[in-house]
């Protein structure tokens, strides 16, 4: 299929095809609406028609399989990483659109979110309702380049959200603007199409706009619109845009909220987001992400993998295929797929991995006859593969996540595992049992 256009679009090809589940009964947005989507996680896409919220129906699991993100892009499955990296490297600017939906209807007076947004509760210990789906577009207030990313909201008032803003490119944007006295200006657009969602997570340079990244993955230019309070260019497809600001120096307590480690992320003073517009179209769906569900840790770990991979191969030509499983959150375990050339390759190989990326906290390599994608072969690759004597190194005191429990304020211990064989072992003594027919056999 071609790259879908919207999130509708999306929507309407999951269901052509099998993959999407419509909710009829109204719904409680307080956990049931969670339950439901982790019941189905991995398995199906949801439209949930009604729930006792406002009118406006919402999409749940709708990326929740790493098929689905190939086939957004219109590839197998086994080549998904290959077609980002191919891709990644393009820039295709923004292209003006000639309509945009989200401005049939505008309420910039008497803000309310709760009464125009079905807001969900998703864990037992959140500090509120919460907006899992909102991808920030603001403009740079030194160069006006812009910068794409996805951050939790926390509803605290009508017309107020506390924000988790982790030191990287927004974090300078909001000190740089509270340098020259101002709040920083942001439109969060709700209801974009996997591939935008996918762009917003790269790992890009300061200065590269991730809305010329996601036309490189699309294939074509991202037609945006300006919102209509801060003029800021916003895919035009969106379902809902809020505008609002984010002052430099203003902090509210934000939290606690379930995060992608399964762990909640604690309350703190943190930013707050301030609403001064509310925009969406008619008929328009609100798009949750479950948190810590596949949607979530998928969205993160495809462009992470992407760029992983290909700081690997830079690194270790011998490097095949690199995965960050699920199972670590989709972020804290790699593993490392090799065909060896030469003994080292697999240490430097880890080595690599834990430096990539600072979320990296443990990395296994195995050998080309291992499907990395099946954590029965890994497992069984460390138990007969790997010495910790000699296999093992450990890194202490490394930046890592400050979302990991039991790192301190983001200070972790690295580790590399190496469970390759010795080079041409594979057809001796490591050998794996193999019948012939077994391929083919039938009853």
Same mark, same amino acid.
């Given at each position: ?10 929507? $309407?090809?999951?269901?052509a ?12 947005? %307080? *956990? ?5 989507s982790?019941? *189905? ?13 406002? !009118? ?16 957004s ?16 490297d ?15 209807? &505008? /309420?910039?007076?008497? +803000? =309310? ?6 807001l969900?509760?998703? @864990?037992?210990? =959140? ?10 577009? %603001? ?25 988790? &803003? ?11 603007a ?56 916003v ?5 809902? +845009? ?36 509310v ?5 328009? %769906? ?8 596949? =949607? ?8 992470? $993998? ?14 095949? =295929? ?10 804290y ?15 430097? !190989? ?7 990326? *600072?979320?990296?906290? @443990?990395?296994?390599? &195995?050998?080309?006859?291992?499907? +990395? ?49 010795? /080079? ?20």
């Open positions: 299929m071609n790259p879908p256009s919207s999130l509708r679009a999306w929507i $309407e090809a999951l269901e095809s099998g993959r999407l589940r419509r909710v009829g009964r109204e719904v409680r947005l %307080v *956990y049931e609406l969670a339950a439901i982790k019941k *189905y996680d991995g398995e199906s896409a949801l439209l949930f028609e009604s729930t006792d919220g406002p !009118a406006m129906p919402i999409a749940a699991n709708v990326a929740c399989r790493r098929e689905w993100y190939a086939d892009l219109g590839v197998p499955p086994g080549e998904l990483l290959a077609a980002l990296q191919d891709r990644q393009i820039r295709i600017s923004p292209a003006a659109a000639l309509d945009a939906p989200f401005l049939e209807n &505008v /309420v910039s007076k008497n +803000i =309310d979110v709760r009464k125009i947004l079905p969900p509760t998703y @864990h037992e210990l =959140d500090g509120g309702a919460y907006i899992s789906a909102g991808v920030f577009f %603001v403009q740079d207030p030194d160069t006006g380049t812009g910068n794409v990313s996805i951050h939790r909201m926390h509803c605290l008032e009508s017309d107020l959200f506390g924000l988790l &803003v982790l030191p990287r490119h927004l974090k300078g944007m909001i000190r740089r509270g340098a020259r006295g101002e709040p920083l200006k942001a439109a969060v657009a709700i209801g974009l199409d996997p591939l935008l969602l996918l762009a917003s997570q790269l790992v890009l340079s300061p200065g590269e706009d991730e809305l010329c990244a996601a036309g490189g993955l699309l294939g074509r230019a991202v037609e945006v619109a300006p919102a209509p309070w801060s003029g800021i260019p895919p035009a497809g969106a379902e809902i +845009i809020i505008e609002g600001e984010i002052p430099p120096d203003e902090n509210r307590r934000e939290g606690p909220f379930g995060e992608f480690p399964r762990y909640y992320s604690p309350a703190a003073e943190r930013e707050i987001f301030q609403v001064r517009s925009a969406h179209r008619s008929g328009a %769906v609100f798009h949750s992400i479950l948190p810590a569900g596949f =949607d979530h840790l998928l969205m993160g770990a495809i462009p992470r $993998e992407a760029g992983l991979l290909r700081d690997l191969q830079r690194a270790v030509p011998s490097v095949r =295929d690199a995965v960050l499983p699920l199972s670590g959150a989709g972020r375990h790699c593993v490392i797929q090799l065909q060896k050339q030469n003994e080292g390759e697999a240490k430097s !190989a880890l080595m690599a991995a834990l430096a990539a990326h *600072y979320d990296v906290k @443990h990395a296994i390599a &195995v050998d080309h006859d291992i499907d +990395i994608h099946d954590p029965a072969q890994v497992d069984w690759a460390l138990a007969t593969r790997f010495q910790a004597d000699k296999d093992l190194f450990v890194v202490p005191g490394a930046w890592g996540s400050r979302l990991d429990p039991s790192a301190e304020d983001g200070v972790t211990a690295k580790m590399g595992m190496d469970a390759t064989v010795p /080079v041409g072992a594979l057809e001796g003594k490591f050998r794996s049992l193999r019948i012939p027919g077994e391929d083919e056999a039938e009853i």
